[in-house]
């Protein structure tokens, strides 16, 4: 007979063999045969930009110009001039510009001398030079608003060489950047930095009493270079921005003879026709700041023979497409008597538009009597 069947087993029965899982290379068909990348929309794009750059740059000479220059296609940033060799400034250990990047970024008003004895503690005297550069550079040139914060905070440290060596950094850095002033005439943004060294240079000179080294920045020169050569755009807000600082000063207030000497040359380029609104406007928000009426300033006679190019963006854009007309019309017609591309009014010695505002004659309205005043003129003894 056959035995009890065997008692049943309490194990679980065993699981059925799982099939083997394809690898991503058993995955991979014949279609996946690896095919070379296509260039990426961020490489065109770069790409696209550099030859416009290039382009820009062999339509505009001065572009190119000076070693580190903005270019067109954006290659450069103002950043990168104010990182160039002449300012080279050995760098402290990167836990020292970290600490002193984050002294920075919560300085105040109100902890302004907790925050100095902390800097104190980490700056050494070897790396004063670093941290006027990056006090120049990387903080006064964008954060208007903390100039002031800035140079109590430096006061605070007690290092009165240290404040001598910010101003030359400043010095320097308006250098570099003035060498590609071509550029700034087209670039808002490197005139905004401009005018913010501008003006911090006009806090930490003028408006503590203390001189501005006109062999480092001659502002009557530079201002009539700018003037002859259509730079006036990037030169003259610059030139505003560093008078500002008289506002706070007992010494240069007028009437100290070099800050008169600066604004009649200031009210006499605004008295230039056709300059542009807003090279005007400049002029006049620097009286206002300085609560002294444009019209009783007197006026230089500097610009007297000086005449801006005809295509200055310095003009207003009427007038250098008068220009343009005007020069069409001279050459299609020489020896021709014309009044120019600014009207009738009163030619500079060398057959040039009118020099200033006061020399341009008025229209009365009636072409008659404009007749009458050119024979007038052409009359001798006239």
């Known amino acids: 007979l056959p035995g009890p069947p065997p008692p049943p087993s309490s194990a679980p029965p065993e699981a059925a063999p799982l099939a083997p899982t394809a690898s991503p290379q058993t995955l991979r068909s014949s279609s996946d045969v690896p095919v ?4 990426s929309a961020k490489a065109v794009s770069a790409a ?22 903005l270019m067109f296609g954006g290659a450069h940033t103002v950043d990168s001039l104010l990182n160039d060799p002449e300012l080279s400034i050995e760098k402290p250990p990167v836990w020292v510009c970290d600490s002193t990047a984050a002294i920075f970024n919560s300085l105040v008003k109100d902890n302004i001398e907790q925050k ?11 790396h004063h030079p670093w941290l006027a550069y990056y006090l120049v550079k990387n903080r006064a040139s964008k954060e208007v608003n903390f100039h002031g914060t800035y140079i109590e905070f430096f006061e605070k440290l007690k290092q009165p060489r240290l404040l001598e060596m910010v101003t030359n950094m400043t ?45 480092q920045m001659d502002l009557k020169n ?31 207030k007028l009437p100290n003879p070099w800050t008169t000497a600066i604004m009649s040359l200031l009210a006499e380029i605004h008295d230039v026709p056709n300059l542009r609104t807003n090279l005007m406007f400049e002029v006049e928000v620097l009286c206002k700041h300085l609560d002294i009426k444009i019209s009783d300033l007197k006026r230089s006679e500097l610009l007297v023979g000086k005449r801006p190019p005809p295509n200055s963006n310095d003009l207003s854009s009427a007038a250098r497409q008068s220009a343009a007309e005007g020069a069409k019309a001279d050459s299609a017609a020489p020896g021709a008597p014309g009044a120019g591309a600014f009207g009738a009014g009163k030619a500079s010695a060398d057959g040039g538009p009118p020099l200033l505002r006061s020399e341009a004659a008025a229209w009365s309205g009636s072409m008659d009597a404009q007749k009458d005043d050119d024979a007038s003129r052409a009359a001798p003894g006239a």
Do not use: F, M
């Not at 100095?116 to 070897?126: D, K, R, Y």
């Not at 850095?173 to 670039?187: E, I, N, P």
């Open 36 to 39: 070379p990348p296509s260039p």
């Open 48 to 69: 696209a930009s550099a030859s416009a750059g290039a382009a820009a740059a062999a339509a505009n000479p001065a572009a190119a110009a000076v070693g580190g220059a």
């Open 116 to 126: 100095a004895e902390e800097l104190a503690g980490i700056i050494q005297a070897e």
């Open 171 to 215: 010095y320097d850095c308006l250098r570099v950047l003035l060498k590609s002033v071509d550029q700034a005439v087209v670039s808002t943004s490197h005139r905004t930095v401009l005018k913010n060294l501008g003006y911090w240079l006009g806090q930490i000179t003028l408006a503590r009493n203390k001189p501005l080294k006109s062999k």
């Open 222 to 252: 530079a201002l009539l270079d700018a003037y002859e050569n259509g730079r006036l755009t990037a030169v003259l807000p610059l030139v505003c921005k560093v008078l500002e600082g008289v506002q706070k000063s007992k010494v240069y």
